[in-house]
């Protein structure tokens, strides 16, 4: 029996080579389906997002929500809870005037110079507080800041003026007891005369002050001491009978050569008929006991 014969019928569909039926190809494998597109970079912003938002994005290289919250969490940590939001960021060289406005108003600084709330000493003109207040108001310094300066001002101020007034009374003491010194015995005398010399010259209290704020107490005194001796011997009125000077003969040459050791007194008292000249001529008549 041919055994190719039966092969052949036992296995109608099969060709020689093995193939399938008809003695064709298989069918080749269905194509894959295409990958789904990519989702276009940031699209969890949404669409059309501000520019200037996803620029921020892009720079801080946060690719999901997921990102953008840690890096939130993440300003939280390095800034504290409580301070997140409340921050304040230096305006750039070039900032408009404007800027810096609202920078300064966010560091405290009130509306207007008058929000300080600053008020000149008791009975004082407030043109200084003025002044100071708006040069406050236009550096910047916030509320707090400006009330404490003029609180350490108004402070420091009263030290000050404590400090001059002290030293000014060391020195008006110091000039007394010089002054008390060259007089010897007739201080008082001639303190009275000094007296009825300004009285009789219309001079006040705040005129001898401004005097002897520019030449001295010491000066001042003398000065009208000489003026009210010259004014006694014309007979002014109000001058009164003061004696002569109220000394010993012993007195008068003691004050005599007191007097004479001043190099500068000396040579005024050799010119006739000054002042110097003339206290001399009496201190000599009381010496020789002519009085």
Do not use: C
Request: glycine share 12%; net charge neutral; charged share 25%.
């Amino acid at each position: 029996m041919n055994t190719r014969f039966r092969f052949h019928k036992r296995y109608p569909l099969m060709n020689e080579a093995g193939a399938g039926g008809g003695g064709g190809n298989p069918p080749a494998p269905p194509p894959p389906a295409p990958a789904p597109p990519a989702p276009a970079p940031h699209a969890w912003l949404g669409e059309n997002p501000d520019p200037e938002l996803l620029g921020h994005v892009q720079n801080a290289g946060w690719k999901s929500p997921l990102d953008a919250v840690q890096g939130h969490r993440n300003l939280e940590k390095l800034l504290g809870a409580d301070r997140a939001g409340r921050t304040v960021v230096m305006p750039k060289d070039d900032a408009t005037p404007a800027e810096w406005a609202d920078f300064y108003t966010k560091l405290g600084r009130p509306g207007t110079p008058d929000g300080y709330g600053i008020k000149p000493p008791e009975g004082q003109s407030d043109a200084f507080t003025k002044a100071v207040t708006a040069k406050m108001h236009e550096l910047g310094i916030g509320s707090k800041q400006g009330k404490a300066l003029a609180d350490w001002y108004a402070q420091h101020g009263s030290e000050m003026e404590a400090q001059q007034t002290a030293a000014v009374t060391a020195a008006l003491d110091a000039e007394q007891a010089n002054l008390k010194r060259d007089w010897g015995g007739e201080y008082d005398m001639r303190k009275e005369l000094a007296r009825r010399a300004a009285v009789g010259l219309g001079m006040d209290a705040s005129t001898i002050e401004t005097l002897e704020g520019a030449v001295g107490f010491t000066k001042v005194m003398k000065a009208l001491a000489k003026a009210g001796d010259l004014m006694r011997e014309h007979g002014a009125e109000g001058m009164g009978e003061m004696g002569s000077f109220g000394m010993t003969p012993e007195g008068a040459k003691a004050r005599r050569t007191q007097l004479m050791a001043d190099k500068d007194w000396r040579a005024k008292a050799m010119v006739a008929n000054s002042a110097e000249w003339a206290e001399l001529q009496k201190l000599d008549r009381i010496v020789a006991g002519l009085k």
